[in-house]
């Protein structure tokens, strides 16, 4: 009997043994995939600003592209970006938060829902360059809006609404349905309750998603140069009908088409930097929303 007790016993050490080595071995083998991540985006980004910084001024932050875009700055394709990425999220969000609502709220199981959610989960997997086609065959050429601030705002906008859509759907599913529950016991109607409970609850979450669907087609290359982009302007639009500068687009003309690549070389990696940097910067802004969020939550 002793001897059977301590073989079992032998047993269990050697398996909580064997346990616990391929459990360390896993884990270090996750802190070395994202230590590597990690040191792999802090290269890039030293080798971007050691190449950029030099450029870097006030001056080429506010001044427009001098001399066929050797000298002078960024000015236009900074607010070519943003006015881009502005008015995309101006066209998508209610678009975005108004179908999350249907979804998240009104919609029941069945086949239309299932088709609904299918349709979204395949748009949000469709390549850019596929959206910048779509967006150069219909706003461009059919309807007729030329390349134009207008035409590659919608085309970002739908391109990035089922991203929206989703995050903004998560952010009201996460809503505790005792709120709801409190609210029509005291004879609210579920318009009001959405309206008056649940999207002040789930803003946070919705303005997160924005935001990082704000930095996501900020970076968009493919989209711009079908349906909006211009090689170059000398200053902001002044109609929704003109086209525009953009960072993304900037960076590639001075790459690949300019007359002067190898002049340009750190006006492209001083364009990046500033990309980057507002990219870092709205991914920075969601980050704070977010825990902010939690922080309310946890109180």
Same mark, same amino acid.
């Given at each position: 009997? @002793?001897?059977?007790?301590?073989?079992?016993?032998?047993?269990?050490?050697?398996?909580?043994?064997?346990?616990?080595?391929?459990?360390? =071995? =896993?884990? $270090?083998?996750?802190?070395?995939?994202?230590?590597? *991540?990690?040191?792999?985006?802090?290269?890039?980004?030293?080798?971007?600003?050691?190449?950029?910084?030099? %450029?870097? $001024?006030?001056?080429?932050?506010?001044?427009?592209?001098?001399?066929?875009?050797?000298?002078?700055?960024?000015?236009?394709?900074?607010?070519?970006?943003?006015?881009?990425?502005?008015?995309?999220?101006?066209?998508?969000?209610?678009?975005?938060?108004?179908?999350?609502?249907?979804?998240?709220?009104?919609?029941?199981?069945?086949?239309?829902?299932?088709?609904?959610?299918? $349709?979204?989960?395949?748009?949000?997997?469709?390549?850019?360059?596929?959206?910048?086609?779509?967006?150069?065959?219909?706003? %461009?050429? #059919?309807?007729?809006?030329?390349?134009?601030?207008?035409?590659?705002?919608?085309?970002?906008?739908?391109?990035?609404?089922?991203?929206?859509?989703?995050? $903004?759907?998560?952010?009201?599913?996460?809503?505790? @349905?005792?709120?709801?529950?409190?609210?029509?016991?005291?004879?609210?109607?579920?318009?009001?309750?959405?309206?008056?409970?649940?999207?002040?609850? !789930? #803003?946070?979450?919705?303005?997160?998603?924005?935001?990082? *669907?704000?930095?996501?087609?900020? *970076?968009?290359?493919?989209?711009?140069? =079908?349906?909006? !982009?211009?090689?170059?302007?000398?200053?902001?639009?002044?109609?929704?009908?003109?086209?525009?500068?953009?960072?993304?687009?900037?960076?590639?003309?001075?790459?690949?088409?300019?007359?002067?690549?190898?002049?340009?070389?750190?006006?492209?990696?001083?364009? !990046?930097?500033?990309?980057?940097?507002? %990219?870092?910067?709205?991914?920075?802004?969601?980050?704070?929303?977010?825990?902010?969020?939690?922080?309310?939550?946890?109180?």
């Amino acid at each position: 009997m @002793y001897n059977i007790d301590t073989t079992k016993e032998s047993f269990k050490k050697v398996h909580k043994k064997k346990r616990n080595i391929r459990q360390g =071995f =896993f884990l $270090s083998l996750i802190r070395m995939l994202g230590f590597s *991540g990690a040191i792999t985006l802090f290269v890039i980004l030293l080798f971007v600003f050691y190449n950029g910084f030099q %450029v870097l $001024s006030w001056e080429f932050i506010t001044q427009p592209p001098l001399e066929a875009m050797t000298r002078g700055g960024i000015f236009p394709v900074i607010m070519g970006t943003i006015l881009l990425t502005s008015l995309c999220m101006l066209i998508v969000i209610p678009i975005g938060v108004v179908t999350a609502i249907f979804l998240a709220e009104y919609s029941k199981p069945g086949y239309m829902l299932k088709s609904v959610m299918m $349709s979204i989960y395949t748009l949000a997997g469709v390549p850019s360059v596929v959206f910048g086609l779509f967006g150069l065959g219909v706003f %461009v050429v #059919m309807l007729n809006f030329g390349m134009s601030l207008l035409a590659g705002s919608i085309t970002l906008a739908i391109m990035i609404l089922p991203y929206i859509i989703s995050t $903004s759907e998560e952010a009201l599913k996460a809503v505790p @349905y005792s709120f709801r529950e409190a609210s029509l016991a005291c004879g609210a109607t579920k318009w009001q309750t959405i309206r008056k409970v649940v999207l002040p609850t !789930a #803003m946070p979450g919705i303005l997160t998603g924005a935001i990082l *669907g704000t930095a996501k087609v900020s *970076g968009e290359t493919a989209p711009i140069m =079908f349906t909006a !982009a211009a090689f170059f302007t000398s200053g902001i639009p002044r109609s929704l009908f003109e086209p525009v500068m953009a960072l993304p687009y900037h960076i590639y003309v001075l790459a690949t088409a300019g007359t002067h690549i190898e002049e340009t070389r750190p006006i492209q990696y001083g364009t !990046a930097i500033v990309l980057i940097t507002l %990219v870092l910067g709205m991914n920075l802004l969601g980050i704070i929303i977010r825990l902010k969020q939690r922080k309310k939550r946890a109180w």
